[in-house]
Each structure stands twice: as structure tokens, then as C-alpha cells.
């Protein structure tokens, strides 16, 4: 049996935890495999809008076992906070969530020192979600990390306090005040919280339900674009969000990988610094983020907002692997008389179609062709048939530019609100 993954083409947001939720009754595992809290993945349904940032996006259906993989990041509390959500909703913590003991922990000073370092930057912040997650990562690099499975060690305190004493010397660089003491307070509770839950080898429990034939759906955060290696460095997060990045952090082989569902907007948005060459700032980008609801789950900050970059998207597909599409917020478009996509980029005086080694500090300009927009609700429609030409237009026009198959449209946010188109589901 091989293991599909779920990922995000553009700079995230793309409404990846809806379409997990939503390909959920196929599979038997969900796991997610990097990034942390600093992930928002919203799911609606029954009219009520969850939002997750670590517990997997299969989490609200009985029968499917929901793995934090050891390329997560974990913020105790935070988790914490979660799982004291999903309980009062009846979810089954105990028997559907697993975490990986080989999943590091984000500490009180990993926040500290978040939130001191993109103050330190000024204007050359990178937009950080402030949740520790890239100091925390350093420390997985640099060997002193600390990990789930060290919480149940006799140890654990002496090696907590050793790193924490380290974190300190390096906040001191930083003209910043702080209250250890009452982070740490909560940071503790959490812990307890963490023992009572289903800790695992998550490498040996994912591949034993290979071998048993069980069926496995990787989730991505964030997305392609804000790769450490492959994304517009370095405005990027601090884990690999491509396909490979199953691999390392879920302990999966390459020739484990089945099918690779890429999603996109059917337009772009960006929180948080970093350059965006199709980005709107006027009329219409505000349009755009109004009829898109286009707030940060996480954050809540206002998002960024601009038309479909195809040089991006297809450099996204390429180092994925893509081998299905799923466009999401087909729905907001519905606002405009007019789509424009982005086809190429015009970068030192040279008209190219491909995500070049440079657009941070390069000047770009975007190429836009021009289609004819449908301007009718989308969101009461249950199948192709329904669709305008106009939609359907803009689907082929995709389509055949991408050359992958785009199987599911998203028409709102609620879990009934998708047409299939492919197979993904028969």
C-alpha cells in the first residue's frame, strides 16, 4: 500500500485541512509529517468552523488513527488547548490521536527568542507567527533539542534546564523583557497532559500499516513556496513542505509514495513578508480579501492578496510531483467581470515562464492574460454540470498549462461545499 500526500502549492493558506477532512473516509491513517502550530488548518461543518494547528485535519472522524509525525514541531500548550477543544466536542483523544516520541518540543525560551530575533530585524522581519517554531527547528539542527519521548525520561528536567540556561545567554543579546516564570507555569501543565496522551514510534507505526495494507494520507503545512530550500528564501518557514519532507518526517521510504494531491487558490495569498510578484495592493486585491475572508487562522492578520501565479504554481508541481490538482476558493472569484493570471514573469529585461533563483531581491513583473469571469454564486452547486462555461473555461485553461488533472473544485468552506471532477473519491 502505498502513502498519498496532501500538500499546499503556493505560500499556504490554500485550505488543506477542509480537503483532508474532507478525503478522510478513504483512509485508515492520517499523518501529518512537518511544521507546527504556526500551521492553521480550518475545517466547517454541521454550520461550526474548527480550527487545527497540530493535531491532523482527520481528527472529527471515528475509525482513523490521526499521527503527529516526528518532523512536527510541538507546542505543548498549545496542543493542550487543542485537545481540551476536541474533548468537549466528544472526540476520543486517547484512541485516534498518536504522537511521535521523535517529535520535538517547542519551549517557553524557543518563543522568547522567536519574538525577540523579528524584533531585532526591524523591516527586514520575515513575518514569523512568533511561535518558536524556527528557533526550535535550530535546535533540532544543533543537536540540543528537546523531544517528546525526553518527557518521559528521569532526566528530563536536568536536560530542560540545561537548554534553557543556553537560551537565556542568547536572549541577552536582545534588548528584551520577558516573564519566564509564568510561560513556564503553563508550559508544565501542558506536560502532564502530553503523558496521558498515545505516544509512539511513529516510523514503526506507519510502517507496519503499510505493511498491513493500510491506507495513509500524509497532510502538509504551510506550502511549497515557503520551503526552506525550495521556497523565496529567506521568507520561508524552517521545515521542508514539499513531498520529500514526507519522507524524513514520517520515516516513510520514497518508494512509498503514492499519490501526490497538490492544492491551490484559485488565486494567491501571502501572510507576512516576502515577495509576491501578482500581489494586488489596491481595489481589487482588497476585494479580493473581503470575498475571501482572507484573515490568518492562526495569526488573524490580514492576508495578501493577488491573482494565480502559473510560473510559481508550475515550479511547485515539478518539485512535488504532483500527479492531482485541487483548486480551492473558486467561489471568491465570482466577485470579478474579469480574471487575470499571471503566465509569465519579465525579470532584467527578460520575459521568462519559470520560477527563477531570485525574486526576493530582483524586480518582477508579472504577464497577465485576461479571462472572462462568471459573476454568479457558486456555492449552492453540487456538480460540474452546474457550473458556468466561464468556470469551466478556467479549469481547461489550468488544466492544459499545468498538465496535471485538477479533480476537486472547492466552491465555499463548509466539507459539502466541493465538486469531484476525478476520481480522487470512487
Not at 201 to 216: G, M, Q, R, T
Amino acid at each position: 500500500m502505498k502513502v498519498d500526500v496532501l500538500l499546499g502549492l503556493q505560500w499556504g493558506d490554500e485550505g488543506k485541512g477542509k480537503i483532508v477532512d474532507v478525503l478522510t473516509p478513504k483512509y485508515n491513517v492520517i499523518a501529518r509529517f512537518q511544521g507546527g502550530p504556526n500551521a492553521g488548518h480550518t475545517l466547517e461543518f454541521n454550520g461550526i468552523k474548527h480550527v487545527l494547528h497540530t493535531i491532523p485535519s482527520g481528527i472529527f472522524h471515528d475509525g482513523v488513527a490521526n499521527v503527529v509525525g516526528n518532523g512536527v514541531v510541538v507546542d505543548p500548550v498549545i496542543l493542550k488547548k487543542e485537545i481540551d477543544a476536541l474533548i468537549k466536542l466528544g472526540v476520543n483523544i486517547k484512541k485516534q490521536l498518536f504522537i511521535s516520541k521523535k517529535a520535538h518540543l517547542i519551549l517557553p525560551t524557543h518563543r522568547l527568542i522567536d519574538a525577540a530575533s523579528e524584533a531585532a530585524k526591524g523591516k527586514e522581519k520575515i513575518g514569523s507567527t512568533l511561535k518558536g517554531i524556527g528557533p526550535t527547528y535550530m535546535d533540532k539542527t544543533g543537536r540540543n533539542g528537546l523531544r517528546v519521548g525526553d518527557v518521559f525520561e528521569t532526566t528530563f528536567k536536568e536536560k530542560y534546564t540545561k537548554l534553557v540556561i543556553k537560551h537565556k545567554e542568547i536572549l541577552k543579546f536582545h534588548d528584551f523583557e520577558y516573564d519566564l516564570e509564568a510561560l513556564e507555569k503553563d508550559f508544565f501543565i501542558a506536560l502532564e497532559t502530553i503523558k496521558n496522551l498515545t505516544i509512539i514510534d511513529s516510523e514503526h507505526y506507519l510502517n507496519n500499516a503499510i505493511n498491513n495494507n493500510k491506507s495513509i494520507l500524509a497532510e502538509g503545512a504551510q506550502g511549497a513556496m515557503l520551503d526552506v530550500d525550495f521556497g523565496s528564501y529567506p521568507f520561508v518557514t524552517s521545515s521542508n513542505t514539499t513531498t520529500a519532507g514526507t519522507c524524513t518526517g514520517l520515516g516513510i521510504a520514497p518508494n512509498k509514495i503514492g499519490k501526490v494531491f497538490g492544492i491551490f487558490k484559485a488565486y494567491c495569498t501571502r501572510v507576512g513578508s516576502g515577495p509576491f510578484p501578482t500581489e494586488l495592493e489596491d481595489e481589487v486585491g482588497e476585494r479580493m480579501r473581503k470575498a475571501g475572508n482572507e484573515f490568518g487562522s492562526t495569526t488573524g492578520r490580514p492576508r495578501r492578496c493577488g491573482w494565480i501565479d502559473l510560473p510559481a504554481l508550475k515550479y511547485a508541481i515539478m518539485i512535488n510531483g504532483v500527479t492531482e490538482l485541487i483548486m480551492m476558493k473558486a467561489d471568491v472569484l465570482s466577485e470579478f467581470e474579469t480574471i487575470a493570471v499571471c503566465t509569465h514573469y519579465i525579470i532584467d529585461g527578460k520575459k521568462i515562464d519559470y520560477m527563477p533563483y531570485d525574486i526576493v531581491s530582483k524586480e518582477v513583473t508579472p504577464v497577465y492574460e485576461t479571462l472572462k469571469g462568471w459573476r454568479q454564486d457558486l456555492t449552492k452547486l453540487a456538480s460540474m454540470d452546474e457550473i458556468p462555461s466561464e468556470l469551466s473555461a478556467y479549469i481547461d485553461y489550468l488544466e492544459k498549462t499545468l498538465n496535471v488533472p485538477i479533480s476537486i473544485v472547492s466552491v465555499g468552506p463548509d466539507r459539502t461545499q466541493t465538486i469531484h471532477r476525478g476520481n480522487v473519491l470512487v
